[in-house]
């Protein structure tokens, strides 16, 4: 509480100085201070890739054998939100937070994260995928859910910094790795009545992960979760806040115990239109293999990677996008269908449990299907920079 007034007090005698340098950004206003750091970010490129080149051997991670677990690494980068205003960005070498026991976040889910992956690139520079759409998404589930927006040229900065500051921990060209960055917002400031907080914590951490497909692509059985939906018509399907997950948890465990890996929902009004998996957007390839089909709905999250693809089909494969509703009757009719998302860009799916019966995908469902394994590897080799990046979907940072 000190360090609050404490902090107040100087904001407001700065305010004068504060006004002349003060630039919206959004609806929401931050100093030039924050620019600088875009600077520091790029002064800091030469020294990050000798850095890179020094330690590749000290980060000590078993690329063979990486997975999706947890592990500390150099630091993360954080800011803060008090009184309008963004702190600068800072790096902590913590792997643990403190917040107040009253924070938003612990009792009404005042929270919402993102996921996106920087590569090391066959040209020997570490890029990410398309870290402004993940920018513009963390504005939107803010919005939605009262929290500060973090304007993006700051999210960009703060993910940038993220990778270059462990930059030994991107598993090398070939192994087939990634750097996992996990940027997340939420209400850090004590609160006990329902109100959207007045401090707000934005950190961002980054895990090296492993190939999922070591083994090649192989597909996996779904089944249609019928005693739980996952969103709400109107509810807040379409953001990434951290309740989702939740809620999604009992469902995916239930699944899971039963032997299906995946849980696919349908439209919580009618249970006849399919949403989208857990975790992942539904994407399916029919007509013939001549189109590209995903649902539309305002309950879904709208997933990068399905964006991605979706151009990808169109422009690339000549494949006809149909982006409208999908009835689970259709399933039947596809050639292939698939999960996506930025943890494995495609998961295929040879089989849909629905009401105790056993949809078959396609001729051979125990083998992935042409177009989702094309749509795989173009999109895999536009991350590691094995073919041209056309549409500049790569951030460079090393
Ligand atoms: C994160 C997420 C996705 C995948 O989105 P990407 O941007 O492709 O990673 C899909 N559905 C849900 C529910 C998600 O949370």
């Known amino acids: ?21 003060r630039e919206t950004f959004g609806s ?22 000798s850095h890179s080149l020094h330690k590749a ?4 991670v078993d690329w063979k054998n990486l997975g999706f677990g947890f592990m500390p690494t150099n630091c993360f980068v954080y800011a803060t939100y008090q009184n309008g205003f963004w702190s600068e960005l800072e790096t902590s070498k ?17 929270a919402a994260f993102e996921g996106l992956k920087a590569f090391a690139c066959k040209d020997g520079s570490i890029r990410i995928f398309r870290p402004d759409k993940n920018a513009e998404r963390l ?40 750097l996992y960055i996990r940027p997340f917002l939420f209400g850090s400031g004590a609160r006990v009545g329902l109100g959207p907080s007045d401090e707000y914590t934005f950190i ?41 997950y939740a809620a999604d948890l009992l469902p995916y465990m239930k ?29 399916a390839i029919g007509n013939k293999r001549t189109s590209f089909i995903t649902p539309n709905s305002k309950s879904i999250l709208k997933s990068i990677t399905n964006q991605s693809l979706m151009q990808l089909a169109e422009e690339e494969l000549g494949l006809q996008v149909e982006y409208r509703k999908v009835a689970i009757d259709e399933v039947s009719h596809f050639d292939e269908v698939a999960a996506c998302g930025t943890a494995v860009v495609i998961t295929p799916v040879g089989r849909i449990v629905y009401q105790d019966e056993v949809i078959s995908i396609g001729n051979n469902p125990d083998q992935v299907g042409p177009v989702s394994k094309q749509l795989y590897e173009l999109m895999r080799s536009i991350q ?15």
């Open 255 to 283: 699944s899971k115990e039963r032997g299906y890996p995946v849980n696919l929902y349908l439209d919580p009004v009618e249970r006849k239109y399919i949403e989208e998996f857990g975790t992942s957007n539904f994407i």
């Open 94 to 110: 913590e792997t643990s937070i403190r917040i107040p026991i009253a924070a938003t976040v612990l009792h009404y889910g005042q």
């Open 139 to 178: 504005q939107l589930s803010a919005s939605r859910i009262m929290m500060p927006l973090v304007p993006k040229e700051m999210f960009l900065d703060a993910v940038v910094r993220a990778v270059q500051e462990n930059c030994e921990y991107v598993p090398p060209y070939g192994s087939g790795g990634s």
């Open 28 to 49: 929401h206003i931050i100093t030039r201070k924050s620019r600088s750091l875009a600077c520091c970010a790029r002064r800091k490129t030469v020294s990050c890739l």
């Open 57 to 60: 051997s000290s980060a000590k």
């Open 384 to 398: 590691f920079g094995q073919i041209p990046d056309k549409r500049h979907w790569m951030y460079k940072v090393v």
């Open 1 to 21: 509480m000190t360090i609050v007034l404490a902090w107040s007090v100087i904001g407001s005698s700065f305010t004068p100085v504060f006004d002349k340098e």
């Open 204 to 244: 961002v951490f980054v895990v090296p992960v492993g190939d999922y497909y070591k083994g090649g692509l192989a597909p996996v059985t779904a089944i249609v979760t019928e005693d739980y939906d996952r969103a709400a018509p109107l509810g807040v399907g379409n953001v990434k806040v951290g309740g989702n």
